[in-house]
């Protein structure tokens, strides 16, 4: 695999989709301050690999989701330990 990292494109949300000839056509855009919807990239898919991307997708999704989730648990465990013990009267 090339070490090479691709372009990356900021998109806040996908503004446009189409199929034609077996390939899906996602464009992805960005909303600016006036709330107009600027393009910033189309993704092709074949139509054929579509169910994978979007599985794909998914399961990257879950798996930072219960990272984040499990993260959030041990720092809140670690903040417990932190708080030590009350102040004698």
Do not use: C, W
């Not at 503004?15 to 034609?20: D, G, I, P």
């Not at 648990?73 to 708080?83: F, H, I, L, Y």
Request: glycine content about 6%.
């Amino acid at each position: 695999m090339s070490k090479e990292m691709p372009e990356e494109y900021f998109a806040d949300l996908i503004s446009n989709v189409s199929h034609a000839n077996g390939v899906f056509r996602l464009t992805f855009g960005q909303q600016d301050l006036d709330n107009q919807v600027k393009p910033v990239v189309r993704v092709l898919i074949p139509a054929n690999q579509l169910q994978n991307v979007v599985r794909s997708i998914t399961g990257a999704a879950n798996e930072i989701r219960e990272k984040v989730q499990a993260q959030l648990g041990n720092d809140a465990k670690d903040n417990d330990k932190t708080k030590g013990e009350p102040a004698a009267e």
